[in-house]
């Protein structure tokens, strides 16, 4: 447990007691340091609320709660301590809806890790106000509704990170943040895989960022064939575009992709054959095109894939869950953002 003694502390600046065995509830009496500005505690076994009292650490700059067991509301007085940077109570069982104003009660965030919750409602547009922020993470919640389409006007954004809510309407109008985002040269993660988008994929996601590395929305249901505009995303590592519409054949543009380790096309109505061209991918470890209408025939009649691509031994049915799509997401996520966290902890102290 930890002691409400350390409430004591009054010339505290710093207080880091992640990745232990802590079990009890936080501490009310830390609400009496006033001169803390780092405070974490995630990666324990901690229970109960967060409570109100830390509202009034006004200097505080780094918030960190993931990987614990704690529940209930986050209080409204927290989202208003605007030295806030960085934001993360990733993996919880929270509820609650996010305060309109977020963006205007904090104009300093650059780090919003809200995934693996019970949150719900829609994603406020007032986010766009904090524009210093380069990770916006709300994934595996509740929230519905459209994506601001104003997220574009962050300059500094590098991974938003939307899967497994209820966004979007099914509409061909779902999609309409996307043109948005081309103003954000940075970015370099943009996941919105299982949720309601609809229609086609907008011609503008070829101007996304040459950063962009991994590109996730399978589990939709967007139509239409695979755009070859997506051969402009030159640094994609992931592509994930499984459990969605899409029909017609497999864009030969898609060989362009050297440094592409991982493709999933499965579960739509794709046909043609595997083009030769996805033999130049010698850095790929996992292909999966299972669940099409495919003659699975290379150009010259038979399956001609080189060295470094390899497909899936997997029996189909074992993949063709949604839930097994939102495993390999939370997969994604452990590389990609807890890794994050942790190295923002470093920062900071």
Same mark, same amino acid.
């Given at each position: 447990?930890?002691?409400?003694?350390?409430?004591?502390?009054?010339?505290?600046?710093?207080?880091?007691?992640?990745?232990?065995?802590?079990?009890?509830?936080?501490?009310?009496?830390? %609400?009496?340091?006033?001169? &803390?500005?780092? +405070?974490? $505690?995630?990666? #324990?076994? !901690?229970? *109960?609320? =967060? /409570?109100?009292? @830390? %509202?009034?650490?006004?200097? &505080?700059?780094? +918030?960190? $709660?993931?990987? #614990?067991? !704690?529940? *209930?509301? =986050? /209080?409204?007085? @927290?989202?208003?301590?605007?030295?806030?940077?960085? +934001?993360? $109570?990733?993996? #919880?069982?929270?509820? *609650?809806?996010? /305060?309109?104003?977020?963006?205007?009660?904090?104009?300093?965030?650059?780090?919003?890790?809200?995934?693996?919750?019970?949150?719900?409602?829609?994603?406020?547009?007032?986010?766009?106000?904090?524009?210093?922020?380069?990770?916006?993470?709300?994934?595996?919640?509740?929230?519905?509704?459209?994506?601001?389409?104003?997220?574009?006007?962050?300059?500094?954004?590098?991974?938003?990170?939307?899967?497994?809510?209820?966004?979007?309407?099914?509409?061909?109008?779902?999609?309409?943040?996307?043109?948005?985002?081309?103003?954000?040269?940075?970015?370099?993660?943009?996941?919105?895989?299982?949720?309601?988008?609809?229609?086609?994929?907008?011609?503008?996601?070829?101007?996304?960022?040459?950063?962009?590395?991994?590109?996730?929305?399978?589990?939709?249901?967007?139509?239409?064939?695979?755009?070859?505009?997506?051969?402009?995303?030159?640094?994609?590592?992931?592509?994930?575009?499984?459990?969605?519409?899409?029909?017609?054949?497999?864009?030969?543009?898609?060989?362009?992709?050297?440094?592409?380790?991982?493709?999933?096309?499965?579960?739509?109505?794709?046909?043609?054959?595997?083009?030769?061209?996805?033999?130049?991918?010698?850095?790929?470890?996992?292909?999966?095109?299972?669940?099409?209408?495919?003659?699975?025939?290379?150009?010259?009649?038979?399956?001609?894939?080189?060295?470094?691509?390899?497909?899936?031994?997997?029996?189909?049915?074992?993949?063709?869950?949604?839930?097994?799509?939102?495993?390999?997401?939370?997969?994604?996520?452990?590389?990609?953002?807890?890794?994050?966290?942790?190295?923002?902890?470093?920062?900071?102290?």
């Amino acid at each position: 447990m930890i002691p409400w003694e350390l409430g004591s502390l009054m010339t505290l600046v710093g207080l880091g007691l992640a990745i232990n065995n802590l079990t009890g509830v936080i501490p009310a009496s830390f %609400g009496n340091i006033s001169s &803390l500005r780092y +405070f974490s $505690v995630g990666d #324990n076994k !901690l229970m *109960g609320i =967060i /409570p109100h009292d @830390l %509202g009034r650490l006004k200097r &505080l700059k780094f +918030f960190e $709660v993931e990987v #614990n067991n !704690l529940s *209930g509301e =986050i /209080p409204l007085s @927290l989202y208003n301590i605007s030295s806030m940077s960085f +934001f993360a $109570v990733v993996k #919880n069982h929270f509820k *609650g809806t996010l /305060p309109p104003n977020i963006g205007c009660t904090l104009p300093n965030l650059q780090e919003f890790h809200f995934g693996l919750n019970e949150f719900s409602g829609m994603i406020p547009g007032s986010f766009a106000n904090a524009t210093r922020l380069q990770l916006l993470d709300v994934s595996s919640n509740k929230f519905y509704g459209q994506v601001p389409a104003n997220l574009g006007s962050l300059p500094d954004l590098r991974r938003l990170v939307l899967e497994n809510n209820s966004l979007g309407n099914y509409s061909a109008n779902s999609l309409d943040f996307i043109p948005s985002l081309i103003n954000c040269s940075q970015l370099e993660i943009l996941g919105f895989a299982i949720n309601n988008f609809g229609g086609a994929l907008p011609n503008s996601i070829a101007n996304l960022s040459t950063h962009l590395t991994l590109l996730l929305l399978g589990g939709n249901h967007i139509s239409g064939n695979i755009s070859a505009t997506l051969e402009n995303l030159v640094n994609l590592t992931i592509l994930g575009m499984s459990h969605n519409l899409f029909t017609g054949d497999i864009r030969a543009s898609l060989g362009k992709f050297r440094n592409l380790q991982a493709l999933d096309l499965s579960v739509n109505t794709l046909s043609g054959k595997i083009p030769s061209s996805m033999g130049n991918l010698t850095r790929m470890f996992e292909l999966y095109l299972d669940h099409n209408r495919r003659n699975y025939g290379g150009d010259n009649g038979g399956i001609e894939i080189e060295i470094g691509l390899a497909c899936s031994e997997e029996s189909p049915n074992k993949r063709i869950n949604i839930g097994d799509v939102t495993r390999e997401l939370q997969h994604i996520r452990k590389a990609y953002l807890d890794v994050n966290i942790r190295g923002q902890r470093n920062r900071f102290t």
